[in-house]
């Protein structure tokens, strides 16, 4: 556990996968929705990985929130990078919550290099923990197999509004 979540006052889960996290949040005000329903342009890339892992940040002690899950932030790990999975807030004001699993995830649990795609929800978050916008020529400098993946699979995802970050 980071310094940052003991200062902040929340508990972070045991990592998880997708139908644990599933299972978890169904009876939230904003449950998780599974990757095969999120990611219509990403099931057939490496985005998709197998091995994906999930974390919970918990309502902070002392507020109606305690011990409610508030948001979730995944990563899948293939040739030494890790895959964002998705950002989500799940309880209500979860926001807040967002960056919170978000540094955990990416800093603490020591997810560097990294690549995802953010939408205008989670770019700002991702852009406060040194994430920068990127292209295919930058993912190939961190994985020539990624940056394959992607151009294979993907070739038009710099009309999406999701954008590519990465993380070195």
Known sequence: MSWWTILKEVTISEPMNEEQIFTLTKDQPKPWVKRTTRWNNLTRTVFNAPNEQYWVVYGRKGTEEEGKPMAAQGVAYTDGIYLGQGIRNIGEGGK?????????????KGKRPAILFANQYSKPIFKRLGFKEATL?????????????LQKNIPDYQTWTQKLMILR
């Open 96 to 108: 807040e919550y967002a960056f919170d699993i978000a540094r955990e995830v990416f800093e603490t």
């Open 137 to 149: 020529e930058d993912v190939k400098e961190i994985s020539k197999s990624v940056a394959a993946n």
